[in-house]
């Protein structure tokens, strides 16, 4: 779930693009190189509208007090991510002792795969590394970024796209559903990041937001929570701020939250009116039973009901430590001085607890038999439904070959699935199959609906095109045609600068890196027919599937028991069963 501030960025962007000069907001302005000194580099943030200097007087304006704000003994990392990476080398921190503080290396240096530069600024131990590695000419790559791990512990990543005047930012924090001790607790605190902190109380978070046509918004998924923003890179002192504010001392005012509690409890209540909207709740839910990743993102009508301010607190105390989170900056910057800026900014901010850790490897289930559940809801004049089972992590190293496959079966207009059940046969409007992929596990699914009366129809030649996949396989001109799809739709993902902010954010939750974009066409090209077969008998699965319906129960059970055992629930009940 998202809760978002109103957003006014889109029309902001295309006046500034038409209107400033190509020389107003230059931010493609390096630091001093290796000959330069902490006084160049202070003069080059000064020769700039200094990125937080218009915040109000408590907040941090870059200066060279800076220098010896850090705590003796906490040290800082840095890592070099260059766009020409093509593996994922191992990056060794090393000890670094008896090393003179050297200001030419507080920035990010170009240097060979093999040096290690070692610098410090203060007490604060910088240690730099290029990973190296290269892509084929002309093949697309994910873009050159910095990745930075602050004194505090807090990560950052930093990208710059100068291609117009805006910046993307993306605050992430390791704690979503999975570490929900009351169904929703995590997807409510961090919604309630956004009822106000101790520096801006709502009306004044919308008031600032609004006033520069910022995009300004929070939410959680799975295992992570965030807070995004969007704005013109002339206000990030402005939006710097408030993020920090939001993120670190939110208040979770009662009054507020009250507001916001029963808007949520009735929007639970909605939903069950939309079945598409729910049936991925109870197939979680039905397929994961007691594992973490069967917890609803958005809890339900009576956790959430129930939950107070004081736990928002106290969730929040738990996880939303610097040494937990991670802030991704995309766009139009100088990635050395925004460095500085970031661990000025942060400073005060401290870890004050261990963080709870949970361990997601633990009971995934295995599929034993064949099941259904049925959720009756007794107006419906369609069913809706889907099928499948337990699917793959994210770091899965076979991840690409079968997001192939998948693209074939159920993942474009031209599938087998949307031809056989839409085109061919006009029992649905749309019918597909993907995988949800997570930390240690994930889910695999097929999906459509179809009127009450073709319901037994429509599942049989969902199931009977699933298994094309084993009966004929998959010819040489289809796997040509999906990998010549894939290659074209592939570069538009990580396009803006919300896409590469998302991106870098998976890299931080499910510690993935950039090979997955670098390797992809070289994978593509290289997967044989025999490699795509070996891929579905390894990852896709074909017995004791798990299905859940939600349509009419009285239509459903004269023949639903033939593709497995049956459990009933009806959907005016509180949550997705078990």
């Not at 990125?51 to 906490?74: D, L, Q, R, V």
């Not at 191992?90 to 050297?102: E, G, L, N, Q």
């Not at 040489?476 to 739709?489: H, R």
């Not at 974009?517 to 070996?534: A, G, P, R, V």
């Amino acid at each position: 779930m998202t809760i978002k501030l109103p957003i006014l960025v889109a029309f902001s962007l295309a006046l500034v693009a038409c209107t400033i000069p190509p020389s107003a907001n230059n931010t493609n302005m390096q630091a001093p190189a290796n000959e330069g000194t902490m006084e160049q580099t202070i003069a080059v943030t000064n020769q700039k509208s200094a990125i937080f200097s218009k915040t109000a007087s408590n907040s941090i304006a870059p200066n060279t007090a800076f220098e010896t704000n850090n705590p003796a003994g906490k040290v800082g990392v840095i890592m070099d991510s260059s766009a020409t990476s093509n593996d994922d080398k191992a990056s060794s921190v090393m000890s670094v002792s008896d090393i003179k503080p050297t200001p030419q290396f507080l920035g990010f240096e170009d240097k060979t795969d093999t040096e290690r530069l070692a610098g410090a600024r203060g007490d604060s131990l910088l240690i730099v590394e290029k990973k190296g590695g290269t892509v084929k000419k002309g093949q697309f790559s994910f873009p050159e970024y910095k990745k930075a791990v602050l004194a505090n512990g807090m990560t950052v990543y930093l990208l710059e796209k100068h291609d117009i005047p805006v910046i993307t930012v993306k605050a992430i924090v390791k704690a979503g559903s999975v570490n929900d001790p009351i169904s929703g607790l995590a997807s409510m605190t961090a919604e309630g990041l956004l009822l106000g902190s101790k520096k801006y109380n709502k009306v004044q978070l919308e008031q600032v937001t609004d006033n520069i046509g910022a995009g300004f918004e929070a939410g959680s998924n799975k295992e992570s929570s965030y807070i995004n923003a969007d704005f013109l890179a002339k206000d990030a002192d402005v939006m710097f701020d408030v993020i920090k504010s939001v993120l670190t001392e939110p208040t979770f005012n009662a009054k507020e939250f009250a507001k916001f509690q029963k808007q949520n409890v009735e929007l639970l209540a909605q939903q069950k009116e939309s079945p598409n909207k729910v049936i991925r709740g109870y197939y979680s839910k039905f397929v994961f039973d007691k594992h973490a990743y069967a917890n609803p993102v958005e809890g339900d009508q009576q956790s959430i009901a129930a939950i107070t301010p004081k736990q928002l607190a106290t969730f929040h105390n738990s996880y939303y430590q610097p040494v937990n989170t991670a802030i991704t900056v995309v766009g139009d910057f100088n990635s050395n001085l925004m460095k500085l800026e970031l661990e000025a900014l942060f400073a005060d901010w401290n870890n004050t607890q261990p963080v709870p850790q949970l361990d997601l490897n633990y009971a995934v289930p295995v599929m034993d038999k064949s099941r259904v559940l049925v959720v009756n809801k007794a107006n419906a004049t369609e069913t809706t439904f889907i099928f499948g089972g337990v699917g793959i992590a994210k770091d899965n190293p076979d991840y690409i070959g079968i997001q192939l496959v998948n693209t074939i079966l159920g993942g474009r207009f031209t599938s087998w699935l949307n031809d056989e059940l839409r085109v061919n046969s006009g029992l649905t409007y749309g019918a597909g199959s993907g995988f949800s992929a997570w930390s240690q596990s994930g889910l695999f699914s097929i999906s459509s609906f179809t009127q009450t009366s073709t319901t037994e129809q429509a599942v049989d030649l969902a199931i009977a095109t699933y298994e094309r996949l084993w009966e004929k396989g998959v010819d040489q001109e289809t796997l040509d045609s999906a990998k010549a799809y894939l290659k074209g739709q592939f570069p538009p993902r990580y396009e803006t600068s919300e896409q590469l902010a998302d991106m870098l954010g998976d890299m931080y939750v499910y510690s993935i890196n950039e090979s997955y974009i670098n390797n992809f066409e070289n994978q593509i090209d290289s997967l044989t027919l025999d490699e795509t077969q070996s891929l579905v008998n390894r990852y896709f699965p074909n017995k004791n599937l798990q299905f859940v319906m939600i349509g009419q129960a009285a239509e459903l059970q004269p023949f639903v028991s033939k593709y497995g055992s049956v459990e009933m629930l009806n959907i005016e009940q509180v949550g997705f069963g078990g």
